[in-house]
């Protein structure tokens, strides 16, 4: 080349740079364009993703690019549609622009004639408006159509196709939203008129009803230990220790499972699953059939102990021929999931509840519950004892909230009361242990929630300390000399129930989003439980003006541990998991 160049006289070679150097250019060009579709379709995506979306006149171009797209498509090709309508919507989600991806769902449910290719992107729709914390006004129009669409696939016996469509009924009735945010569950509410329109549907009446009892099952040789198997799916938090006080039990060996771990297959307890599951078990299928070693240890078992209402407890009640006795425990998140809805009670024997309003809320939406298995009611395990110790100076006037990073505990209402009292006198303090809010993955309505509840706390300065979390949460209450429940609902309140043990005067709102149930005067003695901030106000100042706070430390402490220590505890645990008779 070298050669060629100095043949040719320097003035051709200046005459001919630039049609080289286009010609170049035209080389690189040619290179970097994409060779095959799957190289169109990358490129396309990385420009979506890093110069369309994130400017917002470009995004504003492309749905309006789009809407055309679904007005001249709505005489075209269906699927095509909707596919593209799901790509590009899930590809806003993702970027975070959650509302460019509403309308581009909207726009496609408005041109699609398919009402189940129009579910496809309303079910997606839904989804994004409840995560923004709105309820959309057609909610419950569009649960029907669902809650329609599978009784049609249970009327072809497509049974995918049916728990698909319950499933996604679920998804959206039940979404945390509606239950678990910034306004009361409509299940707790009303659960008549909030199952109305499921009791209506076909395929949720044959999910939700109990199958064949089993077979009583056989007692277990008194020449041998008694075999307890614990599982749960992911979630050990409140059944860690008692596993432990009893693999240190003499006359009992334990096994643990965690469905989670368990390999992947037609046996998943992930929720679509476990519909499809129960409605192949309700018309004549054999239910769960897991793995054999998985299998091999539920064999092994005298007494399974079924850890939270959620995914393991309708799992496991479709577990066929099981021999063991099945004992399941509900706490109070999974009162408010379909879960304990869907479980097939008639292999369950034994369930408990660990506080009693949410037993009774239970016994009114689960009724197949009510009528096959028993049912108790038996708190958490807590040791209280060592809670009981002196009180750094300063507690007489600090408040204290343990745990309170989310929108259930409700800080904002401690933060009425302690600036009530402080209209009194500037001495009191809140202390919130534990982590702080979450900065990702909230709702809308709890995001809102957590900036104006930071903005409190900033403006009221050291009057709100913030310790952090802490593993050593008897000497964190040393500092408490008042504790509070401010939340808007609880199970049972653990953080509550260990300062009343340390002898810090309580203070607990009677939760309202369960209190049609009996909520907090359930629990605790009613001079405990108050219905606003300022009646809570008036309860620590009526205490202090009796004396000091502190003085009444050991009576609070002695009615706590006689109720709620694991002394008093665990032998009504003790007498279902490890009773060898049966009965």
């Not at 959309?136 to 599978?150: F, G, I, M, S, V």
């Not at 509900?330 to 809805?341: G, N, W």
Request: proline content about 7%; overall charge positive.
């Amino acid at each position: 080349m070298s050669g060629l160049r100095t043949a040719v006289p320097p003035p051709v070679r200046r005459m001919l740079r630039p049609g080289v150097r286009a010609a170049r250019r035209g080389a690189r060009v040619a290179r970097a364009l994409p060779r095959t579709p799957r190289q169109a379709r990358s490129r396309l995506e990385k420009v979506l993703d890093h110069v369309v979306i994130p400017d917002e006149r470009h995004r504003a171009r492309l749905l309006a690019a789009w809407r055309l797209r679904t007005r001249l498509g709505a005489l075209g090709r269906q699927d095509r549609l909707a596919g593209q309508a799901l790509g590009l919507g899930r590809r806003l989600a993702r970027r975070g622009e959650v509302e460019t991806a509403i309308a581009v769902y909207a726009a496609g449910e408005t041109a699609l004639r398919s009402p189940d290719s129009r579910l496809l992107l309303t079910v997606q729709r839904l989804a994004l408006e409840l995560r923004q914390g709105t309820v959309p006004a057609d909610l419950w129009d569009r649960a029907r159509d669902l809650l329609a669409a599978a009784d049609r696939a249970l009327g072809r016996e497509d049974l995918d196709a049916a728990g698909t469509r319950l499933q996604e009924a679920f998804n959206l009735g039940f979404h945390r939203t509606l239950h678990f945010e910034d306004i009361p569950s409509p299940l707790s509410t009303d659960p008549d008129t909030f199952l109305a329109p499921f009791v209506e549907s076909s395929t949720f009446r044959l999910a939700t009803r109990a199958g064949d009892g089993r077979r009583p099952p056989a007692g277990d040789p008194a020449t041998r230990p008694h075999r307890l198997l614990v599982t749960t799916f992911m979630n050990w938090n409140f059944v860690g220790e008692i596993i432990d006080d009893y693999r240190n039990t003499a006359g009992v060996e334990v096994r643990t499972v965690d469905l989670k771990e368990i390999p992947d297959g037609p046996w998943r307890a992930q929720p679509v699953d476990l519909v499809k599951d129960r409605l192949r078990q309700a018309t004549g299928g054999g239910g769960v059939d897991p793995p054999p070693e998985v299998r091999e240890a539920f064999d092994w078992a005298d007494t399974v102990f079924v850890e939270w209402g959620h995914r393991a407890l309708p799992w496991v009640s479709m577990l066929p021929e099981l021999r063991a006795r099945v004992v399941a425990r509900i706490h109070s998140y999974e009162a408010f999931t379909p879960m304990p809805m869907h479980t097939n009670w008639a292999g369950i024997d034994d369930i408990v509840f660990v506080s009693p309003h949410i037993r009774a809320l239970c016994e009114v939406t689960v009724p197949e519950m009510v009528a096959h298995a028993r049912i108790h009611t038996i708190p958490n395990r807590n040791v209280l004892a060592p809670y009981l110790r002196p009180k750094h100076p300063g507690a007489e006037f600090t408040l204290g909230l343990l745990g309170w990073n989310n929108v259930t505990k409700d800080p904002a209402w401690a933060l009425d009361l302690l600036e009530a009292l402080r209209e009194h006198d500037e001495r009191w303090r809140l202390r919130l242990v534990g982590s702080n809010f979450p900065t990702s993955n909230l709702t809308g309505a709890a995001t809102a929630y957590r900036d104006a509840l930071l903005r409190r706390i900033a403006a009221l300065g050291d009057a709100v300390e913030r310790p952090g979390f802490s593993d050593d949460v008897p000497e964190a209450l040393r500092h408490v000399g008042v504790m509070l429940s401010s939340s808007r609902r609880e199970g049972t309140h653990e953080g509550l129930i260990q300062g009343a043990a340390s002898g810090a005067l309580p203070v607990v709102r009677n939760w309202p989003y369960v209190a049609r149930w009996g909520g907090a005067r359930t629990m605790f003695p009613d001079e405990w439980v108050v219905e606003t901030a300022g009646e809570g106000a008036a309860r620590v100042l009526e205490a202090t003006r009796a004396g000091a706070i502190g003085e009444r430390a050991a009576s609070l402490a002695e009615w706590t541990l006689g109720r709620y220590d694991w002394s008093v505890v665990r032998p009504q645990l003790d007498a279902l998991l490890l009773d060898r008779t049966r009965t």
